[in-house]
T-cell receptor
Framework: EAQVTQNPRYLITVTGKKLTVTCSQN?????MSWYRQDPGLGLRQIYY???????DKGDVPEGYKVSRKEKRNFPLILESPSPNQTSLYFC??????????????FGQGTRLTVV | KNQVEQSPQSLIILEGKNCTLQ??????????LRWYKQDTGRGPVSLTI?????NTKSNGRYTATLDADTKQSSLHITASQLSDSASYIC??????????FGTGTRLLVSP
């Protein structure tokens, strides 16, 4: 089954304690990205990757890191989480962003709470 | 600034009725426009994708339209069902590098 898998689904952590949210896709997609979703705001892009070893900042990259060592995995790293990073996070992948091949598949989401 | 605006913010309709959701965008360069359905606490699921040259696209009871001249799109839901209760998000692809998301319309279908 084609899917994007995020782990964990729920996470409560303390300020300053490094954490990683994993994302894996089994569709051999080139494009992967991370978003955060906050009440009253649309999904905002944190980082994206157009291929292995190619990553770029999105609209809200501060406080986050990513890596793309393999095509299937795109982990999101919070080196020193702060309460303003409490949010619902989504990983997504697509073959490209070009219309015909651009359908994006989203993971189930990770609800992160930083206290 | 590239933006996607949706209206209404929320909508309540009776089961079986039709409804239309609106999307206006100012994204450039425009690549394509998508509509997603997002159930509470879940990831968005694609309904339609339309490129510049397409002005209508259907997916079952969902029909999306696109007017690239006025930069407007609509999503029409026919014969609504309780399972249609969700947020509907309009998303425009800015070139081939990023997606710009609207804040969504929250639809509640009441029995």
């Amino acid at each position: 089954e084609a899917q994007v898998t995020q782990n964990p689904r729920y996470l409560i952590t303390v300020t300053g304690k490094k954490l990683t949210v994993t994302c894996s896709q089994n569709m051999n997609h080139e494009y992967m990205s991370w978003y955060r979703q906050d009440p009253g705001l649309g999904l905002r892009q944190i980082y994206y990757s157009m291929n292995v070893e190619v990553t770029d900042k999105g609209d809200v990259p501060e406080g986050y890191k990513v890596s793309r060592k393999e095509k299937r995995n795109f982990p999101l790293i919070l080196e020193s989480p702060s309460p303003n990073q409490t949010s619902l996070y989504f990983c997504a992948s697509s073959l490209s962003l070009d219309g015909g091949q651009g359908e994006a598949f989203f993971g189930q989401g990770t609800r992160l709470t930083v206290v | 600034k590239n933006q996607v605006e949706q209206s209404p913010q929320s909508l309540i309709i009776l089961e079986g009725k039709n409804c239309t959701l609106q999307c206006n965008y100012t994204v450039s360069p425009f690549s394509n426009l998508r509509w997603y359905k997002q159930d509470t606490g879940r990831g968005p699921v694609s309904l339609t994708i339309m490129t510049f040259s397409e002005n209508t696209k259907s997916n079952g009871r969902y029909t999306a339209t696109l007017d690239a001249d006025t930069k407007q799109s609509s999503l029409h839901i026919t014969a609504s069902q309780l399972s249609d209760s969700a947020s509907y998000i309009c998303v425009v692809s800015e070139g081939f590098q990023k997606l710009v998301f609207g804040t969504g319309t929250r639809l509640l279908v009441s029995p």
